[in-house]
């Protein structure tokens, strides 16, 4: 019996897409599977294309192909004047999805952005430990605890949020994926039917798509959300195909079976551009590869021998081998130069490795730790590679790196630890498009056993980065984050390696794309030709 | 043959048990603090650390551990995904029907081509067909999956368009899975093209997964051919005037077979558990690529149930042939 319905239901279905047959379809070829698809407690670029991109909105959101905010599920906001209070008007009319497992009996009102929140910072919502020993890292990573007191309903169409202190990223910061507005009514009809976890696999949210279905490990399926609040979106079923052997990805591009993938090979790039078929977009990333010197433990505790063993790299020819021609700009700043603040005055560390040799010589520099691991980053597609390079530069002025390599997810917890030592290589894609984003998450004491792999505590750095995240004011804050740059230049924390240029290659027939500097992946705005 | 059955079923229970002792110990020995590792490197609360020591019992001694473990799997608690906390069992079952699919057409593959292969070889022995055979069995056994893989899709896919690149159906069919296996939920739907569709997508991953089980098994069937057509039986059958095609078919290979089902038995063990390197290339969502992946995520939960519930396949599949060997078997199944 139970076979017998099923097998109806699901021929309704095929009839249902079969009927569909002018409707249009766009395929993107993802890198992996999504963990879960509740955008508060993951941290993957991945999950979040998944799930906060297509499913969910914020209250504000980043513009298409900018780090600028607009608004979102909140259309106007203002800040007190003493900065401790932001408040949001929220849109009217907002509906969430009807679907075979949820009907939305009201609009979306302050209730879902207060509950949203609450489940991330109070321990008693029933939502704030329900998947296990999973954690809303997100939240902690930017701080939040620290900057946010509570949120409040001031009315349906009102939130506040009370700060501990002025912070200016904050606004930004409720763009992020993390901050995905969830539908309360749908929480608390999933917490009295015991079943809170499906909050995580059959989603919910007000955004462009709907959630249709995921066959683990191999397909998610979406249907254009027909009452958006922005517009009916042009793609009627979106499709991600996951594919995480990057070069079976490519193929699927190439034989037509994706309109669109992620992250191709650095080595197929020419030949992809040279296919007539093909269009590959492309746009410096907001990220920078780095190698941060443990500034606490001998020999990288005295800056001058952190500016001999930058003077023994020769950073271009670096990059190049390592990311090929073009597909990387060497790095001078911690942010890269399409980032508001990014001063271009700086002057690096010259490739001088006679001088280097001597002043490591003087320093009785002989031998050094280098830490490698094995995943491949957007921004260093090889740190076993990188570290070969670097070893050899060094080699050359008489200092032997020891590469010590690990697994990604032990790499970056013990990477952490107090008494490292040596070199650490990492790198970082920018959050939310503000400079606090680099400088106080990866340099800032606050940091120090988590983020800031140099153990770096330097009172002027951190007078800086405190200036720039309490300033609202513009020109004060670029100023701040000057006075940073100059720090970090003077002292020399770390070997800044490269940004490096994020490629996204499409089907010709895929229109209206645009990259994004986050390195996020939007369906909402493109189009398919016909 | 009943004494048989029965000392074969007898196995299991220490086998299973052994399988447990395994499993359990795995989490034990990694160089990671056991409680860190179910609980995954967000780290924990100093209370929650202590909840997580009573709960698995990491404050008893070693054996009310094992049986804390027993007791769990006995009530169906394989625990779940420390990075996406869905129930093991649930992803395996949703899984497991993919590798099980591929595991099939590849087998079939490698005996359809294998064995006459095999045939050919021990009959034309000593001539170029049989080193020219034996040969290529040989290369098939040696090249990387990999970049077999690969070039197969690049040659057949791409260039030529004649095989799809990757994934179990294409993409247009959307259907909600019975069973699992695509050729047969679509047949259940009644969907031809997508019958179609599914029996092309397992082309190229089939041929690359079945082809060291092929090689293996065309080269255990020229041998165990050679081996029985040397018997005294096979003379006389000869002498008695017997047409050669007879004498292969009817008297030699029914007997050559029975090393050979041996030898696809342990082949369909490697291909269950082998499948990674083809269903990482394929895109075949199966439990080869769910294990690996899930050991590189640090998933331990998964590792530890996947490896459980992979080894209780194999063994299953074991025990069927054993059976089957005995009853093929005129010696074992005369008894």
């Known amino acids: ?530 | 043959m009943l004494q048989f059955l029965l000392r074969r079923l007898a196995l299991i229970v220490p086998t299973l048990i052994g399988i447990t002792i395994c499993t359990f110990g795995f989490v034990r020995l990694i160089p990671v603090d056991p409680i860190l590792a179910m609980a995954g490197e967000r780290g924990v609360t100093a209370k929650r650390y202590a909840e997580l020591v009573i709960k698995y019992g990491f404050d008893r001694p070693i054996w009310d551990q094992y049986f804390i473990y027993l007791g769990q799997l006995l009530r169906g608690d394989f625990g779940h995904s420390i990075v996406s906390h869905r129930a093991v069992v649930l992803d395996f079952v949703t899984l497991f029907p993919a590798t099980l699919e591929l595991s099939f057409f590849a087998l079939i593959f490698a005996i359809v081509i294998g064995i006459p292969v095999g045939i050919i070889a021990a009959v034309r022995r000593g001539t170029w067909l049989d080193q020219g055979l034996m040969g290529t069995a040989l290369v098939g056994y040696s090249m990387p999956i990999f970049w077999w893989g690969l070039l197969l899709i690049i040659f057949f896919s791409t260039t030529l368009g004649w095989t799809p690149v990757s994934g179990r159906i294409a993409l247009n069919f959307f259907f909600k899975p019975v069973t699992g296996i695509m050729t047969i939920d679509s047949l259940i739907y009644g969907n031809w093209p997508a019958f179609f569709s599914a029996l092309r997508h397992l082309i190229l991953p089939s041929i690359v997964l079945g082809t060291i089980p092929l090689a293996v098994i065309a080269r255990q069937t020229r041998s165990a051919m050679l081996e029985v057509m040397g018997e005294d039986y096979v003379r006389t059958a000869r002498a008695k005037g017997l047409k050669e095609s007879r004498v292969v078919s009817l008297h030699a290979l029914r007997n050559a077979l029975i090393p050979v089902v041996t030898t696809i038995g342990l082949q369909v063990g490697v291909l269950m558990g082998g499948a990674i390197l083809t269903e990482t290339i394929f895109s075949w969502p199966g439990v080869g690529r769910w294990m690996v992946e899930s050991i590189f995520k640090r998933d331990y939960s998964v590792v530890q149930s996947g490896l459980l519930l992979i080894a209780v396949i194999v063994m299953v599949i074991n025990l069927f042939v054993d059976i089957l060997y005995g009853a093929i078997n005129p010696r074992i199944r005369a008894n």
């Open chain 1, 1 to 530: 019996m139970k076979l017998m319905k099923t097998v109806l239901t699901a021929s309704a279905i095929v009839a249902m897409m079969a009927g569909s047959a002018y409707a249009k379809q766009l395929i993107y070829c993802s890198e992996a599977s999504p963990t879960h698809f509740d955008p508060g407690m993951s941290t993957g670029g991945n999950d979040f294309d998944a799930s906060a991109r297509t499913i969910f909105n914020r209250l504000v959101e980043f513009e298409h192909g900018g780090t600028a905010v607009e608004p979102g599920l909140a259309e106007t906001w203002e800040t007190s004047a003493d900065g401790l209070e932001l408040t949001f008007h929220l849109r009217k009319g907002v509906k969430f999805h009807t679907t075979s497992y949820f009907t939305p009996t009201r609009d979306f009102n302050a209730d879902d952005v207060v509950f949203s929140f609450e489940r991330q910072y109070k321990e008693d919502n029933p939502y704030h430990a329900y998947l296990g020993e999973l954690q809303y890292d997100y939240y902690g990573a930017m701080a939040m605890p620290a900057f946010i007191k509570e949120v409040v309903k001031v009315d349906d169409y009102t939130v506040k949020f009370v700060l501990t202190q002025p912070n200016a990223p904050m606004v930004a910061n409720l763009a992020m994926d993390f901050a995905s507005i969830e539908s309360k009514e749908y929480a608390d009809a999933l917490v009295a039917a015991g079943t809170p976890q499906n909050l995580s696999t059959a989603p919910i949210g007000t955004g462009p798509f709907q959630f249709v279905d995921y066959q683990t490990d191999a397909t998610i399926r979406y249907q254009a959300f027909a009452d958006y609040w922005k517009g009916k979106v042009a793609i009627d079923d979106l499709i991600f195909a996951i594919t995480p052997d990057t070069t079976a990805r490519t193929q699927r591009l190439l034989a037509g079976e994706c309109d669109i993938m992620s992250y191709p090979n650095a080595q197929d790039i020419a030949s992809l551009k040279a296919n007539p078929d093909l269009l590959v977009l492309d746009q410096p990333g907001l990220n920078i590869g780095y190698m941060a010197y443990d500034t606490t433990k001998a020999p990288t505790d005295k800056a001058e021998v952190r500016h001999a063993l930058n003077m023994a790299i020769n950073k271009p020819a670096l990059v190049e081998a390592l990311f090929g021609t073009g597909n990387a700009v060497p790095a001078k700043n911690l942010i890269p130069p399409t980032m508001w603040s990014y001063d271009d005055a700086i002057v690096d560390d010259p490739y001088d490795p006679a001088k280097a040799k001597e002043i490591l010589a003087a320093n009785g520099v002989t031998e050094i730790d280098l830490w490698a691991s094995d995943r491949v980053r957007s921004y260093n597609p090889s740190f076993a590679r990188s570290a070969e390079i670097i070893q050899q530069d060094w080699a050359a002025v008489g200092v032997k790196a020891n590469i010590v390599q690990m697994e990604w997810n032990q790499y970056r917890v013990d990477g952490a630890k107090a008494g490292r030592g040596g070199a650490f290589q990492i790198g970082w894609g920018g959050d939310n498009g503000d400079p606090d984003n680099f400088f106080a998450v990866l340099f800032g004491a606050a940091a120090i056993g988590t983020q800031n792999y140099a153990m770096w505590n330097n009172p002027d750095f951190e007078a800086a980065i405190k200036a720039g995240v309490i300033e609202t004011d513009p020109v004060k804050r670029t100023a701040a984050y000057v006075k940073a740059q100059e720090v970090m230049n003077a002292e020399a924390p770390a070997f800044l390696m490269a940004h490096s240029t994020i490629y996204v290659p499409m089907n010709k027939k895929v229109l209206g794309y645009t990259m994004d500097p986050l390195a996020m992946h939007r369906f909402d705005n493109v189009d398919v030709a016909e």
